[in-house]
């Protein structure tokens, strides 16, 4: 087998495992799923990822975690240095994503692999997915913009707001969910009082 078609093959792999451990999780995800949606033997998807199913899910969070960090920083250079334009980068970089089901993942997903890899995996979503939304925050606080003492709290809290919207279902949708994003977080700048 050439190297093209052998990476070729892991890629398709990796794809699926990562779409399928987005919808359902890794608990509800069997490597025979993984190897339908690719469609190859169950065995041979050991000649691709041979630590099994767990490697496969640590691979895959990894990368898309990367992917999401990689996002987000490039989101966030292009958009204009004030908070309402670098939140609205994150809701549009986030939203343009599959959900990352940080919910999920930390009561569910976690706790079903080795403690060291469920531990690298958390850092490494807090550092990819939050780190850059508190950053913005941290930054728009010393500019004067926000006067929030918890800029923890308010910058994860915008990234489950946000990341949130994709639970809706699109029958109930009435507008976008970018132009709900951009009505949260000027909400959340705004407040809601009268």
């Known amino acids: 087998m050439s190297e093209s078609i052998h990476s070729e093959a892991r890629e398709r792999v990796l ?19 993984i190897a339908l949606a690719v469609g190859i ?5 050991y000649h691709h990822v041979p630590g099994g199913k ?32 670098q939140l ?13 089901d940080l919910i999920r993942m930390t009561h ?10 469920a531990q690298r995996l958390m850092t490494l979503a807090y550092a990819s997915l939050l780190e850059p ?12 913009e926000i006067k929030h003492p918890d800029v923890g709290l308010v910058g994860s809290g915008m990234v489950g707001l946000i990341e949130s919207l994709h639970a809706i279902p699109e029958q109930y949708l009435t507008k976008s969910r970018l132009q709900m994003a951009y009505e949260l977080i000027d909400v959340m700048l705004h407040g809601i009082a009268i």
């Open 15 to 33: 794809e699926a495992a990562e779409r399928l451990f987005a919808e359902k999780g890794y608990k509800a995800v069997t490597l025979r799923d």
């Open 41 to 45: 033997r169950h065995a041979s998807l």
């Open 54 to 85: 767990e490697e496969l899910f640590v691979e895959v969070t990894e990368r898309n975690l990367k992917r999401h960090a990689d996002g987000l920083q490039q989101a966030l250079a292009s958009a204009e240095v004030n908070v309402r334009a």
């Open 88 to 100: 609205q980068a994150v809701a549009q970089w986030l939203l343009s994503q599959p959900p990352m």
């Open 108 to 117: 569910s997903d976690m706790p079903a692999v080795a403690p060291k890899q």
């Open 133 to 144: 939304v508190v950053g913005v925050m941290q930054e728009a606080q010393a500019r004067g």
